[in-house]
């Protein structure tokens, strides 16, 4: 298959050298082992104790603290090549916490969090994998979150209800976001509301913490779990910047992820397409290959196309964050992340089409992928909520909420 070298996305030999390295390790944890973890739901801990052990878990953590002190553009490198190397959305996924939930540290945390936590995640010795932010009446509307810390003495004490976090069984530290200050009282919703670090053994322990995972049908090695806090006491030390200020921390560094979810579909793209491209080619239907009937050929050719120009907008939106303003950002990563989940979406299903029956067998893989591509239209954050970001800040229409 011929593709578009990435030298369309002007890779400097830093990039070329991250790509290169993820690659190598890529090439070690081929198609069979996705499809049976998979498969299985089991989560990727091998693939992810190499990444670990050759310190890619530091990818955010400054040089200071031992880590490798990686741009936008290297992440998005990183996570296009791991997505695209077969392991598909998840794959990238199953690593994406561990990297993301390091930054409100890095800006946010005490210098005793810092010193104590960061050197170990860049060792890959400790994991921050888990990001709790949505309960069940708070998902696209963060700030009516219910989960309350109160103040006592130099603790907080947690109650409330948290879904969908991701990656619970995988990480040693949770990051919670939780009310300070109940939104009835505060004068603008997106104040009272504060950022804590929790230890899941400890919180176990006090007995203050219940998890439940929920069976779901995409994404099947990264598991996200219900979870209850009933009177966990957190040390005030765990307090991540400043009370009721959380929500402007959890905003801070989010379009520079965004674009990292964006190259996350691009490579979960790239992997649908190749796939496709290659049972076209050899798989023969009435004595010649199916690949050469443009019905088959046009909606992967047209895929293809979709799939590069989304990752031309995320690697250009990638290399833009070093000196581009934050409005200008945030337009990038939104329309990145908007046109990369479609082209993904797009590449799986016509992947899909072109197996004829085998597109819903395990074994091809696509079937997988397609689940996967529907997924992206949900998480972090579901299409039409990008889409009230572009008609609403990008081009100044009114909101209707
Ligand atoms: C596999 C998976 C992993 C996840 N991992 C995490 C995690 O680790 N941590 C975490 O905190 N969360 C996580 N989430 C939660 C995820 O961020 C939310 O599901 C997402 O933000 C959408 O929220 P919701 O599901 O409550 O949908 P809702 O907010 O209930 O929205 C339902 C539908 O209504 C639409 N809608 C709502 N309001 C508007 C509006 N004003 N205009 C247009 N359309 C609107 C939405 O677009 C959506 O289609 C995960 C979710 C999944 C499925």
Same mark, same amino acid.
């Given at each position: 298959m011929v593709t578009v070298d990435t030298d369309t996305v002007r890779l400097s030999e830093e990039q070329r050298l991250v790509q290169r390295s993820v690659q190598q390790i890529c090439d070690d944890f081929g198609a069979d082992y996705w499809r049976e973890k998979d498969v299985e739901g089991e989560y990727p801990q091998e693939f992810v104790d190499v990444l670990s052990e050759e310190g890619w878990m530091g990818a955010l953590v400054p040089e200071e603290y #031992? #880590? /490798? /002190?990686?741009?936008t553009k290297e992440v998005v490198v990183m996570m296009d090549e791991i997505a695209a190397s077969g392991g598909g959305f998840s794959a990238a996924q199953a690593i994406h916490g561990g990297i993301y939930n390091t930054p409100p540290i890095v800006n946010y945390g005490s210098e005793e969090m810092k010193s104590e936590l960061l050197p170990k995640v860049a060792r890959g010795e400790v994991s921050i994998q888990s990001f709790a932010l949505t309960e069940p009446n708070a998902g696209s509307d963060s700030t009516s979150i219910e989960t309350f810390a109160k103040k006592d003495g130099d603790e907080y004490v947690l109650n409330g209800q948290k879904i969908w976090t991701s990656r619970v069984d995988a990480t040693d530290y949770i990051v919670v976001v939780a009310r300070t200050t109940p939104k009835s009282e505060v004068e603008k919703r997106t104040r009272g509301i504060s950022m804590f670090l929790v230890d899941k053994e400890d919180a176990f322990d006090q007995g203050g913490l219940e998890t439940s995972a929920i069976p779901k049908t995409a994404s099947g090695c990264v598991h996200s779990y219900e979870m209850w806090f009933k009177d966990l006491r957190i040390p005030g030390g765990n307090l991540i910047g400043e009370e009721g200020e959380g929500f402007y921390q959890v905003l801070d560094g989010l379009n520079e992820e965004r674009l990292v979810i964006a190259a996350e579909c691009v490579g979960l793209g790239e992997a649908a397409i190749e796939r496709g491209v290659e049972y076209a080619t050899e798989r023969e239907v009435f004595g010649e290959s199916i690949g050469s009937n443009q019905a088959v050929q046009h909606p992967l050719a047209e895929a293809y196309a979709h799939v590069q120009a989304a990752k031309q907008m995320t690697f250009d939106g990638a290399e833009a964050v070093e000196d581009a303003e934050s409005q200008e950002v945030g337009a990038r990563a939104n329309m990145a992340k908007y046109l990369a989940s479609e082209a993904a979406f797009e590449a799986a299903d016509a992947a899909v089409q072109t197996h004829g029956g085998f597109g819903i067998a395990t074994e091809y893989d696509v079937e997988r992928y397609l689940r996967e591509a529907r997924l992206t239209r949900l998480v972090p954050i579901t299409q039409q909520l990008i889409l009230n970001y572009l008609g609403e800040t990008v081009l100044g229409m009114p909101r209707s909420y």
């Open positions: #031992g #880590g /490798a /002190a990686m741009t």
